[in-house]
Structure formats: structure tokens, C-alpha cells
């Protein structure tokens, strides 16, 4: 197995399905999976779109076997390493008279489809019949006349237009190709350089690749390979397409939906179990209606007899629900730890955040997150020991009479002459006490207390709130909105 991006973007969602899905299949089968790099695309590489790829895969604990980082018998693992091994192989394809010069230029651009377009094309999108280069019918004399004027062939693929390429696919059954909406086809530039179909394959064969599991988009180059493998006479490996990923409006997975790379996810405190777990279900179903799937019983129960034909739907709802599944059941430490990390990565990086205290607010968060970001975003007020900016919606609903202004002050005094414990229970109890002496609901002075201390109209419940915020910070919060309203509260 292989799973071989290419580095001109972050890792997208339907290149992680695949690389997933590529692991799934060599774990359950005892089998090799092998990273490799093709970077081909001078134009749009970058080090740091393959040092993202490594990390992002790592960080959905897809390892690999064979790399540009693990070695192997089989390298090097950067396809424009093995440009020489390209070259020998079109050169022994040219001595067959399997491929002719071609002086017509320009060259049609052939690239690897983007993990982008791995996620939404179906591979079929275009059947038009392909116009015939004539350069196979030049003569000896008109070939050094081109090169004479300066013009290098490229390498063109020989192609019956009669005949027609069968893909045998695992997941898509048997799809014909006539072989006139082909052509011709360049497998090398006129610089030498392999185009993606030829490389590929001439990668494939020399890496012993038995089974190649790619996006849909893919389909439509799978002829032109098959002629290649068919050219040198070698057996091509199992082919199995899986599905495109659409969005709910069944079209094209964009920006416009939301986080597309995994990256993003990672960065909005999506958890990469559950990430793993669902792009599993796009595409595959292991019976049944489990959804939640431990990693054992994901390689345990992936076949390629489970990828269905149909596309896949990306549905944001059901991954929100499936982290929010994994984030109640994670240990209380790892979770910690995770909410940390987050953290640490904002700017500025908040001033709260030693773990007992970060442990007591994902106690209180855990049940009703469905993110780490959630955790982190909604608990803002908890990570900072300094002051909050209420919420002008909050003010106005809670703090902007006189008498809630009057009960403020009335529950500043009474938190105030409370043990430096600051309990929940006893914070509840002083509260409470308080509203019974003076008549009042608990509730006129529960709600402003809010506002001051978190700087919204709605929280988790404020005496568990208030304790995790420690009597300084609720006291010091509660003092400033009092300042800042002394002189624009309505009489």
C-alpha cells in the first residue's frame, strides 16, 4: 500500500480519508504502507506543505512503514528522486516503439489531481474524443529538422483508438474506457521530466505496490496507467476508487463549508479520534449501526468490500456529535492536557492555565462541549486572571437599573465575608442567605453576579463558577463593573 500526496497545500480531508483508509487496509491485511513524497510540481512544493503533511498525519496517529523519513528497501521516497529511474524506463518504452517523439508543443498540462479534487471529482468527467498526434508519422530527416530549430520532444504514449481499457475496480466494478476519448498521451516533457501517470507507475512497479486505494478523481487516469503497465508488461496492481465527499448540499466540499484541511480541525479543538473515526464512515460502512468505532475495531472490520459506490456526505452536525462523544469519555488528565495545548497555542497565551485549574473548568465544560475550542472559547473568562468585558446585551437584560446595581453590590459584601476556601456550597449558601434576609429571589443577585464575573448572560451554574474563579478574581470582577456603571446606570 502507499499513500504518495502531493506537497502543494495542507493535508485536505479526503487526502487524510485516503491515507486512513490506506492504513486501515495494510494493518488489517499485515501489510506495508509506504509515504511517498510526490513533489514533482516545482511550481507549488513546499517544505513546509510536507513537514504539515507529516505533522498532520502523525497527529491522526497514521504512521507509516517506508518513507522519506522511516527509509526502506525501496527508496528513495521523493519522486523527484527517482527522475533516473523514469528516464530509463521511457527510454526503454522509446527502443520498443511503444512511444514516439512528439515535436508538437506546447505540452498539455498533466498534474495529480489535488487532495481537494480527490474529495469531490468523480473521475469521470470527461469522455470527449481525444484529436491524434501526427507527429508518430515524421520521418528521420523532419525529426533532426525540429531539432535543428531548437525544438526538444516530449514522449507520447502509442494508443489504439479502436481498442478499448477496462478498469477492473474494486470498489466500481468494471468501467470501460474507449480508448479514442484517450489519445496519444505525453508521458515525459520535452525537459525530461515525467509527467504524473508515467511516474506513478513507474513508481508503483519498483515499490511492488499491490494495491492502490485513491480518490474517485483518479479513475480517469487509471486507463492511460494500465496501458503503461500493459506497455512494459507488467502486472498493475489492484485498483479500488473510493468515494467523492460531498457536502450536505450534495456539491463540491469548499471553503464556504467550513474547515476543509485538518489542520483547521486540529486548530478548532476537534479531537483526532473522532476525526479518524468519522472520515472511516465516509465511504465505508462495517455493518450494522455502530458508529463509534475503537482503532482495533477499525482494522479489524475494514475491507474494501465495505467502500461503497455512492458519495460520501460530509455532515458537520455528526462530526460535532462524535467529538462531543469521544471529549465525555476522555480521561480527565489527557483532557487537561489537550485544553492546555489549545491554550498554549493562542496569542496571547492566557495567564490561567496551570492544570489543577484548567482541570477544574473541563470538569465543568466537559459534558456540555462539543470541542476543545468550545471548552476554550466559552471558558474564556476562566483562563485569565484579569478583567472581562461584559457583554452589552448582558448589561443591558441584567446590570441597568439601579437595584440590580444595589444587589451587586449587596452579594460583592456577602462573597466578601466568606472563608478564602470559596466553595461552591458555600458561595450557594451566602447567596442564598443573603436573598432570604433581604427578601429578594436568589436570582437578583445570582444574574448580575454573572455578568460581572464572566461577562455573559449565561453560564454553567455560577456558585461552581465563582469557586473555580477563586474569591479575588470574583471580587476584583464584580468591583471593576461596578466602577465602570457607577455613573451610567438609569436612576
Known amino acids: 500500500m502507499r499513500f504518495a500526496p502531493s506537497p502543494t497545500g495542507f493535508l485536505h480531508v479526503g487526502g487524510a480519508r485516503t491515507a486512513l483508509f490506506n492504513w486501515l487496509f495494510a494493518r488489517h491485511n499485515g501489510g506495508t504502507l509506504v509515504l511517498r513524497v510526490e513533489d514533482t510540481d516545482a511550481?507549488?512544493?513546499?517544505?513546509?506543505?510536507?513537514?504539515?503533511?507529516?505533522?498532520?498525519?502523525?497527529?491522526?496517529?497514521?504512521?507509516?512503514?517506508?518513507?522519506?523519513?522511516?527509509?526502506?528497501?525501496?527508496?528513495?521516497?521523493?519522486?523527484?528522486?527517482?527522475?533516473?529511474?523514469?528516464?530509463?524506463?521511457?527510454?526503454?518504452?522509446?527502443?520498443?516503439?511503444?512511444?514516439?517523439?512528439?515535436?508538437?508543443?506546447?505540452?498539455?498540462?498533466?498534474?495529480?489531481?489535488?487532495?481537494?479534487?480527490?474529495?469531490?471529482?468523480?473521475?469521470?468527467?470527461?469522455?470527449?474524443?481525444?484529436?491524434?498526434?501526427?507527429?508518430a508519422t515524421l520521418s528521420a530527416q523532419q525529426k533532426d529538422a525540429r531539432r535543428a530549430a531548437g525544438v526538444?520532444?516530449?514522449?507520447?504514449?502509442?494508443?489504439?483508438?479502436?481498442?478499448?481499457?477496462?478498469?477492473?475496480d474494486l470498489v466500481r466494478g468494471r468501467v470501460e474506457f474507449p480508448a479514442g476519448t484517450i489519445g496519444d498521451f505525453v508521458i515525459v516533457k520535452s525537459d525530461g521530466?515525467?509527467?504524473?501517470?508515467?511516474?506513478?507507475?513507474?513508481?508503483?512497479?519498483?515499490?511492488?505496490?499491490?494495491?492502490?486505494?485513491?480518490?474517485?478523481?483518479?479513475?480517469?487516469?487509471?486507463?492511460?496507467?494500465?496501458?503503461i503497465y500493459e506497455a512494459f508488461g507488467w502486472q498493475p496492481p489492484a485498483f479500488a476508487h473510493i468515494p467523492i465527499i460531498l457536502n450536505e448540499a450534495r456539491r463540491k466540499l469548499s471553503k464556504r463549508d467550513g474547515a476543509t484541511f485538518v489542520n483547521e480541525y486540529k486548530a478548532l479543538g476537534y479531537l483526532p479520534e473522532a476525526l479518524v473515526n468519522f472520515l472511516t464512515l465516509l465511504g465505508w460502512s462495517p455493518g450494522g449501526n455502530q458508529e463509534l468505532l475503537s482503532r482495533e475495531e477499525m482494522i479489524a472490520r475494514f475491507t474494501i468490500e465495505g467502500v461503497v459506490k455512492h458519495p460520501a456526505i460530509f455532515d458537520h452536525a455528526k462530526l460535532s456529535w462524535m467529538n462531543k462523544e469521544y471529549l465525555k469519555v476522555l480521561p480527565l488528565d489527557e483532557l487537561t492536557a489537550r485544553t492546555i495545548e489549545l491554550l498554549q497555542r493562542r496569542s496571547p497565551v492566557p495567564d490561567r492555565i496551570d492544570p489543577p485549574h484548567v482541570a477544574r473548568v473541563v470538569q465543568l465544560l466537559q459534558e456540555r462541549a462539543y470541542t476543545l475550542g468550545e471548552i476554550v472559547d466559552q471558558g474564556a473568562y476562566f483562563f485569565t486572571s484579569g478583567p472581562v468585558e461584559p457583554a452589552p446585551d448582558a448589561i443591558a437584560k441584567y446590570c441597568a437599573t439601579t437595584e440590580s446595581m444595589q444587589r451587586l453590590r449587596e452579594v460583592r459584601d456577602a462573597l466578601a465575608a466568606e472563608p478564602r476556601d470559596f466553595n461552591a456550597s458555600e458561595i450557594e449558601a451566602a447567596i442564598r442567605g443573603l436573598a432570604e434576609r433581604t427578601g429578594n429571589k436568589a436570582a437578583a443577585f445570582i444574574h448580575p453576579l454573572r455578568v460581572a464575573i464572566t461577562g455573559q448572560a449565561v453560564s454553567p451554574g455560577i456558585f461552581e463558577v465563582a469557586s473555580i474563579l477563586g474569591k479575588d478574581v470574583t471580587l476584583a470582577r464584580t468591583d471593576a463593573l461596578l466602577d465602570g456603571l457607577a455613573h451610567t446606570v438609569a436612576k
Open 43 to 135: 511550481a507549488r512544493y513546499s517544505d513546509e506543505y510536507v513537514d504539515a503533511i507529516y505533522r498532520a498525519l502523525r497527529w491522526l496517529d497514521i504512521d507509516w512503514d517506508e518513507g522519506p523519513d522511516a527509509g526502506g528497501q525501496f527508496g528513495p521516497y521523493r519522486q523527484r528522486e527517482r527522475a533516473q529511474l523514469h528516464r530509463d524506463a521511457a527510454a526503454q518504452l522509446l527502443a520498443r516503439g511503444a512511444v514516439y517523439e512528439c515535436f508538437c508543443g506546447p505540452e498539455p498540462v498533466e498534474s495529480k489531481p489535488s487532495e481537494a479534487e480527490e474529495a469531490s471529482d468523480d473521475g469521470l468527467s470527461s469522455r470527449a474524443v481525444r484529436p491524434q498526434c501526427t507527429c
Open 152 to 168: 526538444a520532444p516530449a514522449l507520447r504514449m502509442r494508443v489504439d483508438p479502436a481498442r478499448a481499457v477496462v478498469v477492473d
Open 193 to 227: 521530466g515525467a509527467l504524473y501517470n508515467f511516474a506513478a507507475v513507474i513508481d508503483d512497479h519498483a515499490m511492488q505496490i499491490s494495491h492502490v486505494i485513491r480518490g474517485d478523481e483518479h479513475l480517469a487516469n487509471t486507463p492511460k496507467q494500465l496501458l
